[in-house]
Every structure is written in structure tokens, then in C-alpha cells.
T-cell receptor
Framework: RKEVEQDPGPFNVPEGATVAFNCTYSNSASQSFFWYRQDCRKEPKLLMSVYSSGNEDGRFTAQLNRASQYISLLIRDSKLSDSATYLCVVKGPGGGNKLTFGTGTQLKVEL | ETGVTQTPRHLVMGMTNKKSLKCEQHLGHNAMYWYKQSAKKPLELMFVYNFKEQTENNSVPSRFSPECPNSSHLFLHLHTLQPEDSALYLC?????????????FGSGTRLTVV
């Protein structure tokens, strides 16, 4: 089983739609969770951390379910500029406290 | 300059060449990392340095040789590479290896081995 697993997509959605991505992780001892965004041929950039109680940043909502070992990202009112690959990222201690990345979910927002 | 800067942005090298990738961070971080990103694969951790000391070598072939002279600079020396080593090499830094913070990445060096 992969350490961090995501549906690669692509998810093609119309502008204004709500879209959700899920991610599962294998190590129950993982302590920190993040969503990163990566644009084509660019470096990954931190989108948001994911907290146990769930957290929201504008149109983006992240949730963590430790019992089921999955993380979700909800994007409301999608914009064309949201088109990117969204990377689910998990941090140790099982992985030696380093970040472990999923392969990413590609989102394409269309007119 | 701010953030994490990597040079060169692009590199084409032959299998018998020797080249070096450079990374510099201006964030006052104490941990630095090299990652490899190949097409359709997740980012693969290569090396970790914490306070200039290497704390992880993720079974990376010896043709990749890291160097960390201080907490702000990280190099990746390359020699006798193979075509399958062609990838995007990303440097990242964080406040500490043990902290719960995320990483700041550089723009990467896109390496092509011919």
C-alpha cells in the first residue's frame, strides 16, 4: 500500500463548481498534514495545513479523519486559476518526520 | 533575495559530465532537503540536512553527492549520471526537521541527462 494515496484525476469541472479531493495515508502515527498546490512545471507551494478540527481558508476547506486515515480538500466556487495539481502531504514520525507526498490530483477548471 | 533559490533552472549534461546544483535559502531555516520529481511519480526524498548535518540518505546512488557547508546552502554534486536520472530536482527548507511546519521549495532544476 502506498504511504499516501490520491486519485490522480484529472477532475474537469466548470467554473463556479464545488470539487472535493480525498487522500488516504497508511501510517496511523503520522502527525502533520498538508495540502500543497503545484502548477505545471513549477515547484509545490503550501496551500494549507490540515488540523484535526478541520479548517477553512476562504474557498478552501480541509478536513482530517484520523480514524479512517484520510484527508480531504474542498474547493468552493472554483476559479480558472485553481487549475493545478493538488498534493496531499503527510509528516512523520513514522516517515522519520519528513514530508511524504502523494502523486497529486490534477484539477482543470473550465469556462 | 528571499525564499529558496536554486541554480541553474535548467541543465543538460552528458553521462560522463560532472555538474553541481546549488540551493540557497534566505529564511533562517535550519533544515534543508533534496527531492527528486519524475513524471507521474510522487516527490522522492533524497537527502536531509539538519543544522548542516546529514540526517537522512534515502538509498540514493553514490553518483549523487550532497554537500551542506552551512545552514543556508545546499549543493548536489552530479557525476556519471544515467538517462533515467532526468527529472526535476527540488530543494526545500523548513524551520527544523522536527517541527510541524511545512516546507518552502525552490523553483527546481530541470535536469536532462543525454
Amino acid at each position: 500500500r502506498k504511504e499516501v494515496e490520491q486519485d490522480p484525476g484529472p477532475f474537469n469541472v466548470p467554473e463556479g463548481a464545488t470539487v472535493a479531493f480525498n487522500c488516504t495515508y497508511s501510517n496511523s502515527a503520522s502527525q502533520s498534514f498538508f495540502w500543497y498546490r503545484q502548477d505545471c512545471r513549477k515547484e509545490p507551494k503550501l496551500l494549507m495545513s490540515v488540523y484535526s478540527s478541520g479548517n477553512e481558508d476562504g474557498r478552501f476547506t480541509a478536513q482530517l479523519n484520523r480514524a479512517s486515515q484520510y484527508i480531504s480538500l474542498l474547493i468552493r466556487d472554483s476559479k480558472l486559476s485553481d487549475s493545478a495539481t493538488y498534493l496531499c502531504v503527510v509528516k512523520g514520525p513514522g516517515g522519520g518526520n519528513k514530508l511524504t507526498f502523494g502523486t497529486g490530483t490534477q484539477l482543470k477548471v473550465e469556462l | 533575495e528571499t525564499g529558496v533559490t536554486q541554480t541553474p533552472r535548467h541543465l543538460v549534461m552528458g553521462m560522463t559530465n560532472k555538474k553541481s546544483l546549488k540551493c540557497e535559502q534566505h529564511l533562517g531555516h535550519n533544515a534543508m532537503y533534496w527531492y527528486k520529481q519524475s513524471a507521474k511519480k510522487p516527490l522522492e526524498l533524497m537527502f536531509v540536512y539538519n543544522f548542516k548535518e546529514q540526517t537522512e540518505n534515502n538509498s540514493v546512488p553514490s553518483r549523487f553527492s550532497p554537500e551542506c557547508p552551512n545552514s543556508s546552502h545546499l549543493f548536489l554534486h552530479l557525476h556519471t549520471l544515467q538517462p533515467e536520472d532526468s527529472a526535476l530536482y527540488l530543494c526545500a527548507s523548513s524551520q527544523s526537521e522536527q517541527g510541524a511546519d511545512g516546507y518552502t521549495f525552490g523553483s527546481g532544476t530541470r535536469l536532462t541527462v543525454v
